[in-house]
């Protein structure tokens, strides 16, 4: 079973960048669809992005030009990296995998890490 540690996360200031990365412990991180999701305070949870086993890439509207999901296989690593940060970007970063599709719903994501803050304060 895979692992999930996030770090990356940070304060910073709206129109600067971040990378948060997700490292995965097991041998079959290959096999997974990889997601971040993020959660801000009073809010539901969002989908921000995935990308599949192939390295096909679905992004929410909402971050969609300034973020790019990315994944190297052999590092057991996926990343996010967020530019022209937002003061509405402010949230839990989460990532999350699973081995049966690429999908938005965070249902359908059965390993989940602990997650990253990240703050661009307004």
């Known amino acids: 079973q895979v692992q999930l540690v996030e770090s990356g996360g940070g304060l910073v200031q709206a129109g600067g960048s971040l990378r948060l990365s997700c490292a995965t412990s097991?041998?079959?991180?290959?096999?997974?669809?990889m997601a971040w999701f993020r959660q801000a305070p009073g809010k539901e949870r969002e989908f921000v992005a995935s990308?599949?086993?192939?390295?096909?890439?679905t992004y929410a509207d909402s971050v969609k030009g300034r973020s790019t999901i990315s994944r190297d296989n052999a590092k057991n690593t996926v990343w996010l990296q967020m530019n022209n940060l937002k003061p509405e970007d402010t949230a839990v970063y989460c990532c999350?995998?699973?081995?049966?599709?690429?999908?938005?719903?965070?249902?359908?994501?059965?390993?989940w890490g602990q997650g990253t803050q990240v703050t661009a304060p307004s």
């Open positions: 999350a995998a699973n081995q049966q599709r690429e999908t938005r719903s965070g249902n359908d994501y059965n390993r």
């Open positions: 990308i599949t086993q192939f390295g096909g890439t």
């Open positions: 097991g041998r079959t991180f290959s096999y997974y669809v």
